[in-house]
């Protein structure tokens, strides 16, 4: 029995690679957040463009710094979350309109510049401890609740929730827990955040984020989030390991939780959306493997196949498809199976069998594939870590038939998917799992045309792809909230596909040496995607859902792939394969090389 050992050049690799991006070897394009400049929905992608922000000192730059204090706001933009930072933010504003400082005249102030409200623009509300005051509001909220109301209404008026923009309005932390405020407040705290649950609620783009439940975790553990004091004021241990500054605001830790809290909100949803499409790439994949294993064989001419049975393992790398399906076939894996998926066994097993009978054989094929796909994705910084396991477990079923010159395939496959993450976030001490499940329906049908001529094979092909996507509600949890709630709608799309494959004939040289080389152009592009429609609802604060809308963008993209291999001797063969997709040659570009012996 022969066996195929392949080592990768990694040297010369890593001098050649220029960057692949995770969308050029499968060509799924992710759902887009009015947050993001490169599609990706990790934190590292998130730049919001202005961000305006209204509020009192827990807000007001001028009134940190004073303090010596960082600044939630300033360490965003720091981070390059941010890219403009308008803070209209003042020590001692209220909501209550009828001051100079309050509410409604920092929004005078942000309109009075004539600056328009723009997609990808966030606007921040942070208000309500001075008009809580230090004993309760004597009128039980009821003016600061107008002032607030009336001037988020202002803010949506000027386009703040519109399209591609988000209003988050902060509810309070346990306001009488501050050393210089009294016990009996919290109940006008949560009667505040309620009222922000029914803004939320009752408008498009506009977010409750929670500031509650990340300070109750706090104040319940301290030792587990780094502290030593959460009940009086330390300057001097403000920035180590004690949460208050003075009597009524927290130091540089506590702002460095707040500033956490709006990291988590600005990519909560939109991570779950990406990864609804995802059975999209581990289906493309499926179908290429497929086509590799039952397919490319004949279409490469070497031999007609034989009615029977073929038991055939998928996903293999090409030097192994080679060795374990026959020598003499010439076999061209099309770009798309980029080399972040390669693995170095089969991830599927096809049972593959000719139609018609032994005595009247018409060259069709039709069967059936299990297969499992895996990927892993890390993300290590000084700030947090995160991992996730994406598995797919799929059953599928294949039909080839040649119709004249032409030749003709359909695969229908079922995928199982389940994901699991898991996440640390070293300052406050905390690690979690979520596991979540889904599936996806995917119909491929894709017409070729095999051609020879002086010396080469060339296929041209269509395609038209039908997918449907599905992620199961779950709750999951949250670092900085309580536990969420997240359900999305079924997600459909419809794809067609155009390219040419082209394969030369071998080319023997001295010394017993073969050469072959090859390349794929294909142009796949969006017929319809659904939107994706996010919600979410914190098992802290039942009844509260919130939504999210997320566009799929529409999918339009072109690759091009190079190949060539060399049998240098019986037992050797090198090979050196390029991909990229043509409309961002510089994130997507991919070189490999490989050495193959067979032993």
Not at 564 to 582: E, F, I, N, S
């Amino acid at each position: 029995m022969k066996h195929t050992t392949t080592f990768a050049l990694t040297t010369l690799a890593a001098a050649l690679l220029t960057g692949c991006a995770s969308s050029g070897g499968s060509g799924v394009s992710a759902v887009s957040s009015p947050f993001s400049s490169d599609g990706g929905s990790a934190l590292g992608s998130v730049h919001v463009n202005t961000m305006r922000v209204f509020g009192d000192s827990y807000s007001d730059p001028s009134f940190t710094s004073s303090l010596g204090t960082i600044n939630w706001s300033q360490q965003l933009q720091a981070r390059g979350l941010v890219k403009e930072n308008d803070n209209f933010a003042i020590g001692g504003a209220r909501a209550t309109t009828g001051e100079v400082r309050a509410f409604d005249q920092q929004i005078n102030k942000a309109l009075s510049r004539n600056k328009p409200i723009a997609d990808g623009d966030l606007t921040v509300v942070y208000l309500g401890h001075n008009d809580i005051g230090r004993t309760g509001s004597p009128d039980a909220l009821v003016r600061a609740t107008a002032g607030y109301q009336t001037g988020i209404a202002r803010l949506v008026a000027a386009g703040a929730a519109a399209d591609n923009r988000r209003i988050f309005v902060t509810q309070l932390s346990n306001w009488g827990r501050s050393p210089g405020v009294s016990d009996g407040t919290d109940g006008q705290v949560r009667m505040w955040n309620t009222m922000l649950e029914g803004i939320a609620n009752g408008n498009k783009n506009i977010i409750a984020v929670d500031m509650y439940t990340p300070f109750e975790r706090v104040f319940a553990d301290p030792k587990a989030y780094g502290f030593t004091n959460v009940t009086t004021a330390s300057p001097s241990r403000a920035a180590i390991d004690a949460l208050y500054q003075d009597e009524i605001h927290f130091g540089s830790r506590g702002q460095e939780i707040i500033t956490r809290v709006y990291q988590h909100y600005l990519t909560r949803g939109w991570d779950w959306a990406n990864s609804i499409t995802a059975g999209a790439r581990a289906s493309e994949q499926i179908n290429k493997d497929i086509d590799d294993g039952t397919l490319v064989l004949g279409l490469a001419g070497a031999q007609n196949l034989k009615y029977g049975f073929r038991l055939l393992p998928l996903g293999m790398s090409e030097s192994n498809a080679l060795t374990l399906r026959s020598q003499t076939s010439t076999v061209f894996r099309p770009f798309g199976a980029s080399t972040a998926f390669e693995q170095s066994g089969p991830r599927g097993l096809a049972l593959d069998t000719g139609l018609g009978s032994p005595a009247s054989f018409d060259n069709g094929r039709i069967g059936v594939a299990v297969y499992q796909y895996q990927q892993t994705n890390g993300l290590d910084s000084a700030q947090e870590r995160y991992g996730r396991t994406y598995t797919a477990n799929a059953l599928s079923l294949f039909w080839h038939q040649p119709i004249d010159d032409l030749s003709f395939s359909s695969k229908l496959s079922h995928l199982n998917l389940q994901f699991d993450s898991q996440a640390r976030d070293d300052m406050v001490n905390l690690s979690l799992q979520n596991h979540s499940t889904g599936d996806t329906w995917s119909l491929e049908n894709t017409l070729r045309y095999p051609l020879t001529s002086a010396g080469w094979d060339f296929t041209p092909w269509v395609s038209f792809t039908g997918q449907t996507h599905n992620l199961n509600s779950a709750n999951v949890k949250s670092l900085y909230t309580t536990d969420v709630r997240y359900g999305s709608n079924q997600m459909r799309e419809l794809l067609t596909g155009l390219g040419i494959d082209v394969q030369s004939k071998p080319v023997y040289l001295s010394g017993g040496k073969m050469l072959r080389w090859g390349g794929s152009l294909n142009h796949v592009s969006s017929l319809y995607r659904d939107a994706i429609r996010v919600s979410m609802e914190e098992l802290g604060t039942p009844g509260l859902v919130q939504s999210e809308e997320f566009a799929s963008p529409r999918i339009n993209r072109t690759q091009l792939a190079l190949q060539a291999t060399l049998d240098v001797a019986k037992q050797v063969q090198l090979r050196a394969t390029y991909g990229t997709q043509l409309q961002s040659i510089k994130d997507t570009s991919n070189v490999m090389l490989l050495a193959s012996f067979r032993y």
